[in-house]
């Protein structure tokens, strides 16, 4: 079974700061790696697909990178709408399978 | 644009099945090379996947479920089903139907339902 840690728990930074969030898996993932973003009562939204590259309609400050076990997400300069919890899931082609990290909640 | 809803009874009785509906509008639930999923939320805690169900049918679920879940296609109504047996409180939770973006995004979800909260009492 594949498990994803995401670190920190949670991140205190203030706006037009640099986040960066980790996600580590436990085992070889490629680039199989997507984010998400959900903010209460909503949701997830698709930030990053495969490791690195953003969905449709995401902000160019949200990036992702890394490959095999270490990924992050790396949000340039925090607005104010970015305050959320980030989650970081993976892919298996086979079996198709899907697993969720804890999450990393970004606070002001 | 494709707009996904869950609907199903707030309140289960442990031991009982949970029965959820996702009723899809703007696309056909059997366009190809896509995969439909079913995913959970227990209050105040993170994501958990149950399981896919590709276009063609083939279904493929989360061994944390242990054989206790059903996913299917209500071809006709535009639905996908979830069952859920034997629940516990422990299943209790906000759930989400979601699909994903295609052979170019396979896998990865940038459609989401609301979500429906479903309570595990008696």
């Known amino acids: 079974e594949i498990v994803l840690t995401q670190s920190p728990a949670t991140l205190s930074l203030s706006p037009g700061e640099r986040a960066t969030l980790s996600c580590r898996a436990s085992h070889n993932l490629n680039y199989y790696l997507a984010w998400y973003q959900q903010k209460p009562g909503q949701a997830p939204r698709l930030l990053i697909y495969d490791a690195s590259n953003r969905a449709s309609g995401i902000p160019a400050r949200f990036s992702g990178s890394g490959s095999g076990t270490d990924f992050t997400l790396t949000i340039s300069s925090l607005e104010p709408e970015d305050f959320a919890v980030y989650y970081c899931q993976r892919r298996s082609n086979w079996p198709p399978a899907a697993t969720f990290g804890g999450g990393t909640k970004v606070e002001i | 644009q494709l707009q996904l809803q869950e609907s199903g009874p707030g309140l289960v009785k442990p031991s009982e099945t949970l029965s959820l509906i996702c009723t899809v509008s703007g696309d056909s639930i059997t366009s190809s090379n896509y995969y439909w999923a079913w995913i959970r939320q227990p209050p105040g805690k993170g994501l958990e996947w149950i399981g896919f169900?590709?276009?063609?049918?083939?279904?493929y679920y989360s061994s944390s479920f242990k054989g206790r879940v059903t996913i299917s296609l209500v071809t006709s109504k535009k639905q996908i089903s979830l069952r859920l047996s034997a629940v516990t409180a422990a299943d209790t939770a906000l759930y989400f139907c979601?699909?994903?973006?295609?052979?170019?995004?396979?896998?990865?979800?940038?459609?989401w339902g609301q979500g429906t909260l479903v309570t595990v009492s008696s």
């Open positions: 169900m590709y276009f063609s049918g083939s279904t």
């Open positions: 979601a699909r994903d973006g295609g052979p170019e995004q396979q896998m990865a979800l940038p459609y």
